[in-house]
């Protein structure tokens, strides 16, 4: 357990580095043994994501969290550091709980010392919203804040499909779909046209193996080839000196690749 945690502590940590805005985790076999993983992987990335202040509220002590305390912090502008009502600044946005409310109105819980008075929340009590800070001082006050209105990186959201990747691919109609496979294109080669199409792309999923089989297998079991669910098959890891290249290496290495090729072709 120590080490799965200790994994997924580096696949959240390279998420939030690259800005990733949602991780998809999906089944290559459907077996007991792994519903249990891709519960455990959705529940450590979540509580990765949660800002300190809110984790006991929103999860419960229990034994796949017992080494939580080795896990990356994230250090991202929704973590804050600061647990003072006077240190608050107008137009600040915060991660929250509700912990009661009344009409539209609600006490909220934003990790000062006492709630905030925050309005137009749609949400019931318990819930976790986004807020912005419209009063400072004494009493202060906020507003309920839809995240896709926040001008910078605000954390990633966690999904566990149960369907096979190529259904997922199919179902959720990314604008541009990159596969990951040490039998792609070298990237140095397509680099320009993926550039151009990332440009235009409103959605853009990058996908990666399992540890016991790559991409282009995983596919195959379903009757598919990775050129009829993706737009892009990369080789983000040319020359490796390794047989294989472990998931959350291949994440890592291939978010880096792709981040510094992208802006050097602006």
Do not use: C
């Not at 994994?7 to 805005?21: E, N, S, T, Y």
């Not at 007991?32 to 002590?61: C, G, N, V, W």
């Not at 539209?104 to 919203?129: C, F, M, Q, W, Y």
């Not at 297998?217 to 993706?230: C, T, Y």
Request: charged share 25%; hydrophobic share 40%; net charge positive.
């Amino acid at each position: 357990m120590r080490e799965k945690t200790s994994k997924i502590g580096l696949i959240g940590r390279a998420a939030a580095i690259f800005r990733v805005d949602e991780i998809i985790i999906y089944s290559d076999s459907q077996t007991a043994s792994q519903k249990h993983d891709i519960d455990l992987i959705s529940l450590l990335l979540a509580y990765m994501e949660t800002p300190q202040y809110l984790r006991k509220r929103l999860f419960k002590l229990e034994p796949r969290l017992q080494y939580a305390g080795i896990l990356p912090p994230l250090r991202t502008p929704h973590h804050p550091l600061n647990r003072k009502m006077s240190s608050l600044k107008a137009g600040e946005y915060r991660e929250g709980i509700i912990l009661s409310k009344a009409d539209d109105h609600a006490l909220v819980d934003i990790g000062v010392e006492k709630p905030v008075l925050t309005r137009n929340v749609p949400e019931t009590s318990g819930s976790r919203l986004t807020v912005k800070i419209i009063k400072t001082g004494k009493h202060a006050e906020a507003e309920h804040a839809e995240r896709d209105e926040i001008p910078f990186y605000w954390g990633y959201s966690v999904s566990a499909e149960n369907h096979p990747l190529g259904t997922i691919l199919k179902k959720r109609g990314f604008s541009l779909v990159i596969a990951t496979s040490k039998y792609g294109s070298p990237l140095t080669e397509i680099v320009g046209k993926l550039a151009e199409k990332w440009r235009r792309a409103s959605s853009v999923l990058v996908a990666f193996g399992a540890p016991s089989q790559g991409l282009a297998e995983i596919i195959h079991h379903e009757g598919l080839s990775l050129s009829d669910v993706a737009d892009f098959v990369v080789n983000t890891i040319s020359m490796q000196g390794t047989e294989t290249v472990r998931t959350e290496e291949a994440l890592l290495v291939s978010l880096a690749t792709l981040n510094f090729a992208l802006e050097t072709a602006r």
